[in-house]
């Protein structure tokens, strides 16, 4: 029984992540830098609009049965797989970087053209992005499992931030 949680192991794990991140090397950001398996004890100082896009319905596209079970559940999951789906391929043809994923929010970054002279580019960049996103995902719902569409709220922030690795794999 490995698996049960244990005091002991449990603060030992603290401790050495702790202690991964007790010295944290900032560096600039470069074109093209891989920000996949970035060190827990290393950061990337880049310029770049954060988008921010987040489902406001997502109990109305959960509640699509009256009652919670395994077809409401089916089809929320179809919908959040072409809901997914679909942004990653706005992103990967935009040119922009998913950060992270969070059930119905999405976290992603424009960090072309580089360059703190380039802010304006970017965040025009990030506004035809979330426009793109919101028209795709307004077309998501599916009238015969009573699906509605995805209602979305946009948020657009701009500037220098740090790029770290979050603990969890790829983010």
């Not at 795709?136 to 657009?156: F, K, M, N, Y």
């Not at 740090?162 to 794999?169: D, E, I, W």
Request: net charge positive.
């Amino acid at each position: 029984m490995a698996n049960n949680w244990k005091y002991d192991r449990a603060r030992k794990s603290i401790d050495d992540r702790i202690s991964d991140v007790e010295t944290v090397t900032i560096v600039d950001y470069t074109r093209e830098t891989d920000l996949t398996s970035i060190p827990t004890n290393k950061a990337y100082r880049m310029d770049a609009a954060h988008l921010y896009v987040e489902i406001l319905n997502f109990a109305d596209i959960l509640a699509t049965t009256g009652i919670d079970g395994i077809t409401a559940h089916r089809r929320a999951l179809r919908f959040l797989n072409l809901h997914q789906r679909a942004v990653h391929r706005i992103l990967s043809r935009t040119d922009t970087r998913r950060v992270d994923f969070h059930n119905q929010r999405l976290h992603s970054i424009v960090a072309k053209p580089y360059g703190t002279a380039q802010e304006a580019t970017r965040v025009h960049r990030a506004v035809a992005i979330a426009q793109l996103v919101t028209e795709v995902l307004a077309e998501t719902g599916d009238e015969s499992s009573h699906v509605p569409s995805a209602q979305v709220r946009v948020g657009i922030d701009t500037g220098l931030a740090l790029a770290v690795n979050n603990g969890r794999n790829g983010y």
